[in-house]
């Protein structure tokens, strides 16, 4: 007679099955923490956009020629920093520290196209139209991914490549007058942050360590806030070529 191996599986995980188990509670935390700093986002954003005269206090600082680009290097130092937090193994309150960190930074990054979308286009569905298209966006890549299960790291190299390559030309729009950024350029950015996310939505699957919820969170909200961003400049550029 054997002892021990012909239990049924109810009292107890195999490896295998412990291991599907410990995943799948990390995709949960990840997504739910997400879904936290998207929210989180909102208040922050529409908290901004309530305060009277807060475009002219933004424009006006941007109004120097090079304010946007020390903006877009502080966005970039202070999103290093809270990556790094994030990613700490020191402690859950510096992960979450990261997280709330990268928040705020991207929903002040995010405030002046914001204030162009809801104060000078005239359209008040434009920004609910670019949230909705963006979560549209980002629902499909995700099953895409989470249906096929694949395996989609090696993208990373030439996600990174293009993702430098974008941000000198959008270094040269702002340093050379006249240089400016159309739609195909907002187009191909849709289109980067669409790989991102198909990216980290794999990693998320098959690579991310299951007690790095936090950082997994903040990566996959980095990609839909700059898709989000992207989306919505595509609206306005819609927009004004109507009028």
């Excluded at 986002?41 to 680009?69: C, H, K």
């Excluded at 794999?202 to 790095?212: A, E, I």
């Excluded at 903040?218 to 550029?237: G, H, N, P, R």
Aim: hydrophobic residues 55%.
């Amino acid at each position: 007679m054997s002892y021990g191996q012909d239990y049924p599986l109810e009292y107890g995980y195999s490896a295998e099955h412990a291991m599907a188990a410990e995943r799948a509670g990390f995709i949960r935390r990840t997504y739910a923490h997400l879904a936290g700093a998207i929210l989180a986002f909102i208040a922050i954003e529409f908290a901004l956009l309530s305060i009277p005269g807060i475009e002219n206090t933004v424009f006006g600082f941007l109004s120097a020629r090079f304010s946007w680009l020390l903006v877009l290097g502080a966005f970039m130092l202070v999103g290093w920093v809270a990556e790094t937090w994030a990613r700490s193994q020191t402690s859950r309150e510096m992960q979450y520290l990261g997280l709330g960190l990268y928040v705020v930074a991207e929903a002040l990054i995010m405030l002046p196209l914001l204030i162009i979308a809801y104060k000078f286009t005239g359209d008040p569905t434009i920004i609910p139209t670019a949230g909705i298209l963006t979560l549209a966006v980002f629902g499909g890549l995700t099953m895409t991914v989470f249906i096929t299960k694949k395996d989609f790291s090696f993208m990373g190299p030439v996600l990174s490549i293009c993702t430098w390559i974008a941000l000198g030309v959008i270094v040269c729009a702002v340093v050379f007058q006249g240089f400016t950024l159309g739609m195909f350029f907002t187009l191909a950015m849709i289109a980067l942050m669409s790989g991102w996310i198909i990216y980290y939505t794999s990693n998320v699957l098959h690579h991310y360590p299951t007690d790095m919820h936090v950082a997994a969170a903040l990566v996959l909200f980095s990609s839909i806030a700059t898709l989000f961003w992207y989306i919505l400049k595509l609206l306005i550029i819609l927009s004004s070529s109507r009028d």
